[in-house]
């Protein structure tokens, strides 16, 4: 059966039609062809529970446990991504692109509405092949050939406590590990990749991990990548997507930023994450 394939706004796609709980070889093979392509795919209406869930993810590749947020409390597999009502900050509330601190970077992640605010909470993609695509001449010639730092000490190590958006989710457990973010040790990416999967070319930094240009003085680096962020974030390569009761995304950490919107203070929201392993980028 052909899948009803429908372009998202500027970023993504939904995929109509499919049930994950049921998947056969056909739909599973348009479903790869649409994440290569769109960078992030979206369902609606799903009733998968857990097993389906990690089921789901499994048939895309292996899973790769994230280190630090808290784990459902039966499956290891399928990170928390939690807010309670008196708790003040999310997690994921800025551009970023998930483990791009490991020297093979995950491929991407499947997200499953749990639990929803009446309004709000709702997630931000950015196209990082449109911004590739999008670069200005001048910013394109600053980063030919170059190389960046990624890191995961600053954010989910033990000094990242001093900044309020991680010490209360520390705090109350719902990131963690912080021993095995200190000894993490930063890894390097090129800062423009070609797609392991497209072919297609996609800008691979990201405001929340990467940390500097290899060969640049700090000031120099933190210039190159402040331009960087700024063009990533433009409005031209991004778009929304609004969560109802069983909603689920599929995004490819290669080709997309995601954001995580705050802006539900006094409710719950419970997502469910499953990481699946990627491989060297070049
Ligand atoms: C994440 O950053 O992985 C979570 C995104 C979300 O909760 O919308």
């Known amino acids: 059966m052909t899948l009803d394939i429908r372009p998202h706004g500027r970023v993504g796609a939904e995929i109509l039609g499919v049930d994950l709980a049921r998947i056969d070889s056909a739909a599973l093979a348009q479903i790869r062809a649409a994440f290569a392509e769109y960078g992030v795919v979206f369902f609606r209406d799903q009733t998968i529970d857990e097993d389906d869930h990690i089921a789901f993810a499994r048939a895309l590749g292996p899973i790769n446990i994230n280190r630090f947020f808290a784990a459902h409390p039966r499956y290891p597999e399928i990170a928390l991504v939690l807010k309670e009502p008196d708790q003040r900050e999310n997690i994921g509330g800025g551009w970023h692109t998930d483990h791009s601190y490991d020297a093979i970077p995950a491929l991407g992640s499947v ?46 190590g033990s000094r990242s406590r001093v900044y309020e958006t991680v010490r209360e989710a520390a705090d109350d457990g719902r990131i963690g590990n ?18 392991p999967l497209s072919g297609k070319r996609a800008l691979y930094v990201n405001p929340a991990f990467t940390t500097a240009i290899v060969g640049l003085e700090p000031d120099a680096s933190q210039a190159l990548l ?40 006094g409710h719950r929201r419970e997502m469910h994450r499953i990481t699946i392993e990627g491989e060297p980028l070049h």
């Open 111 to 156: 997200l499953v509405a749990r639990e929803l605010p009446p309004q709000g909470g709702s997630t931000g993609f950015a196209s990082m092949y449109a911004a590739y695509d999008a670069l200005p001449d001048g910013l394109r010639a600053r980063i030919d050939g170059a190389r960046a730092v990624h890191s995961a000490r600053h954010v989910f």
């Open 226 to 265: 402040a331009d960087l962020f700024a063009h990533g974030q433009d409005s031209r390569f991004n778009e929304t997507f609004h969560w109802q009761p069983g909603s689920v995304a599929l995004w490819d950490n290669r080709a997309t930023w995601h954001y995580a919107h705050n802006d539900y203070h």
């Open 178 to 195: 912080a021993g095995a973010a200190d000894v993490l040790v930063d890894v390097t990416h090129p800062v423009v990749i070609t797609h």
